[in-house]
């Protein structure tokens, strides 16, 4: 099986910063694309920020300057550093990759439980 564990949620101030984690568990050969979602209450999930085995990023317009995504390969860990919140960027955050399981042929997305944000005063 593959687990994925998101953590660093929280309750910030408005301007304030977070740095959201996801550490993929389990049997896995290789790991290629490994993303950020994001849903708000009333909204569909969308995707905040991508990035490739090979370092190549990509974002939402509403994170292009504010959030930056990364990752450490060696511990299959996604990053998400979270500059100048704002009120509306409160959702919750998942983290998705794709899974080269041990013993498969094929990649197969997985999802993690969610990280609650939360920009308020």
């Known amino acids: 099986q593959v687990q994925l564990v998101e953590s660093g949620g929280g309750l910030v101030q408005p301007g304030g910063s977070l740095r959201l984690s996801c550490a993929a568990s389990g049997s896995i050969f290789s790991i290629n694309a490994m993303r950020w979602y994001r849903q708000a209450p009333g909204k569909q999930r969308e995707l905040v920020a991508g990035?490739?085995?090979?370092?190549?990023?990509n974002y939402a317009e509403s994170a292009k300057g504010r959030f930056a995504i990364s990752r450490d390969n060696a511990k299959n860990t996604v990053y998400l550093r979270m500059n100048s919140l704002k009120p509306e960027d409160t959702a919750v955050y998942y983290c998705?990759?794709?899974?080269?399981?041990?013993?498969?042929?094929?990649?197969?997305?997985?999802w993690g439980q969610g990280t609650q944000v939360t920009v308020s005063s």
């Open positions: 998705n990759a794709d899974v080269l399981k041990k013993g498969s042929t094929r990649y197969t997305a997985y």
């Open positions: 990035i490739t085995r090979g370092g190549t990023t």
